[in-house]
């Protein structure tokens, strides 16, 4: 196998997406995805790009000085030399995870699956977007919901629900609340904080005195709505319930911006039955903001997970079914002694992996042999166990990413270093496995 991986310091942002400017990129550093962003390395300058995006392009601009391909151990290595030491030591272990998703293409996905599963290995994204609190309130009563840009184009009336989108999606209220509508848009945010960046001088703020009293204005709203007794009320409920009723009243379109951390779900069930009640009148949708994560394919992993295994995470090995799990808790729980991480992963899941290793725990007890930990990522870790192979970022790659909405982004990526890719690099590996062990049927190991 030939080793072409000599990495040099990125000069240059990946081909435009079609139909935008010359320079312009998928910003990959939250879930919004936003593909107008110009990064101009040479002038040390970009556009249109939030804190966190420029953060997240000075940081790839920092790696890339560096000329290092791989690590073994902490000690430099040629690519193929390291992963034909990945290959050799999941080989030896009996129960492997296959983790990082959500920093992939679904075409990256989709090859981390048929790896796992040519293995035996479990396969969890380091966040499961179904665990996320209410997860199992929106399973019972379903949501109306609708794309961003159906927000932006169609919605005259827009309510932030308990959540100011600056805190998980920086230029979402740039993107598609603040652009002018043929007829006057309105902006009300509900919630203990007014937002950071308001869309127009004319948004309204109605304060809330605890996190929760969303769920009892839900209440009061929907019992307006549906011409019922709501029953007794603190007066300024009352007062925000009916300045909420008057604002709908006149619009001609509703969009609820949602996103709150809600452990019980009442918010999120209180938010879907005023939104089912509004339907009844006029357009209306909510458009949910998950707050949780910053991942940007998160959307496009559980897509794939829950098409193949029939839910966004599998404990099991890959294929055989199990119980949902995310993959800080297998780690946490002594449930895996070898891990392959794919692109970037939290800081949750990098400390879990690092307690696992200290904790000193011997792998036949169940513990994580530090060897194992076979790392494709961007940076070099801090840590010097395991293994490590430079991948390129996600906005470099070439693939297909799916927004929290449904809408899909391509990627055009860089042609000219399309060997250091996702998918690239587990065939390698895939095939240095299978040429240090036999093709195990999938189930056989333990």
């Given amino acids: 196998m030939s080793d072409p991986r000599s990495v040099s310091p990125s000069t240059h942002a990946p081909i435009a997406p079609a139909g935008l400017p010359a320079g312009a990129t998928v910003c990959t550093a939250c879930a919004l995805l936003c593909e107008d962003g110009v990064v101009r390395p040479a002038d040390h300058r970009s556009e249109h790009l939030c804190e966190r995006g420029v953060e997240s392009f000075r940081r ?24 034909a030491a990945a290959a050799t030591r999941l080989a030896g272990a009996r129960r492997v995870l296959v983790t990082g998703l959500e920093h992939l293409t679904i075409e990256g996905v989709t090859s981390a699956c048929n790896f796992a599963e040519r293995i035996g290995a479990a396969i969890a994204p380091a966040v499961d977007e179904g665990r ?10 379903g949501e109306i919901t609708a794309a961003w840009e159906e927000l932006r184009d169609r919605a005259d009336l827009v309510i932030f629900w308990g959540h100011d989108p600056a805190d998980s999606h920086p230029r979402f209220v740039e993107r598609f609340v603040a652009p002018v509508l043929s007829t006057a848009r309105r902006t009300i945010a509900v919630g203990t904080s007014p937002l950071r960046f308001p869309p127009s001088p004319d948004h309204v703020h109605l304060p809330l005195d605890d996190d929760d009293d969303d769920v009892d204005l839900a209440r009061l709203l929907l019992a307006d709505l549906l011409e019922r007794p709501s029953g007794a009320a603190p007066a300024r409920l009352r007062d925000a319930a009916r300045a909420l009723r008057s604002a709908i009243d006149t619009a001609r379109c509703v969009g609820i911006v949602t996103g709150r951390l809600d452990p019980l779900g009442l918010s999120s069930w209180g938010v879907i039955e005023v939104v089912r009640a509004l339907s009844r009148r006029l357009p209306a949708f909510q458009v949910p903001l998950h707050a949780g994560s910053h991942a940007p394919n998160a959307a496009g992993a559980k897509a794939v997970l829950t098409w193949r295994y029939g839910a966004a995470a599998s404990a099991a090995r890959a294929g055989n079914g199990g119980s949902p799990a995310e993959a800080i808790d297998l780690v946490a729980t002594g449930a895996v002694d070898a891990i392959l991480t794919l692109g970037r992963i939290p800081h949750s899941l990098d400390e879990a992996i690092r307690q696992a290793i200290a904790s000193g725990r011997a792998v036949k ?13 961007p940076e070099a870790p801090d840590s010097p166990d395991g293994v490590w192979v430079r ?9 297909t990413l799916l927004r929290a909405d449904g809408r899909t982004i391509e990627l055009a990526g860089d042609a000219t270093r399309a060997h250091v890719a996702a998918v690239a690099l587990l065939a390698e590996l895939q095939e240095q496995l299978a040429a ?9 190991k333990a």
């Fill in 60 to 83: 790839h601009q920092a790696a890339a000085t560096t000329t290092v391909a791989a690590t073994i151990d902490g000690r430099p290595a040629a690519a193929a030399a390291a992963i």
């Fill in 132 to 141: 996320h609190p209410g997860g199992s309130t929106v399973a019972r009563c």
């Fill in 365 to 377: 007890d169940g513990g994580l042999d530090p060897r194992r930990v076979i790392r494709m990522a």
């Fill in 391 to 399: 991948s390129l970022e996600l906005f470099e790659e070439t693939g």
């Fill in 436 to 444: 240090t062990v036999p093709t195990t049927p999938q189930g056989a």
